[in-house]
């Protein structure tokens, strides 16, 4: 068996995400306040309005730093079912992230994900000092192209990040953000379905639901 070098396997995954996010991508539109954005049209039925009552001091997807610094959620075999019908469902789940982590790692891909948590902390601060030093952290690790973990952003998302910079706000990010969450749900997502990771995921709690 050839080894293939770690960098050789980051060109080829960058030129298939580089090909995804150059087609077109729907608008997200203006979402409501206290919306999360997963749910970027707003709706009243998203599960994040539907359960922010009662969860004020538990840890939600904008305030995780890394997957893995994530609580275990444990869901239940219907429930990681359901992630293969919506990328939605599976990245509003703490373990959900967690495991779809563990396959971007295998494809040394991580730091989309890492960027799109970067982004929804960012998101959350109203300090404009730690906006500004946030957004440049951002910067340096996901979207220079100096940076081993650069991200696949179109040069007209690049050029107006580079615009707004030097006086970024917490949604300084968001239209690179929503093309990262697209690119990972059309190109990484439906392979991550098909993965050795997520299938031994469903066979361990089919496993556990047989026995209760």
Known sequence: MTFQPRSSNRVEMRKRQQSHTEG?????????????????????????????VGRTEQQTCTKM??????????????????????????????EGRAIFGEFLRSEYSEENLLFWLACEDLKQEKNLPVISEKARIIYEDYVSILS???VSLDSRVRENINKHLAEPSSELYQEAQLQIYTLMQRDSFPR????????????????????T
């Open 65 to 94: 730093d890394s997957i893995e610094a994530t609580n275990e959620q444990h869901p239940t075999l219907e429930e990681v079912i359901a992630w293969s019908r919506s990328f939605e469902k599976m990245m509003y789940t703490q």
């Open 148 to 150: 081993p973990k650069e």
């Open 24 to 52: 077109p991508l729907q608008a997200p539109g203006h979402p409501r306040p206290n919306t999360c954005c997963l749910c970027w049209s707003g709706c009243c039925k998203c599960p994040w309005n539907e359960d922010r």
């Open 192 to 211: 991550f379905l098909n993965s050795s990771i997520y299938r031994k995921l469903v066979d361990s709690k089919s496993s556990t639901h047989l026995e």
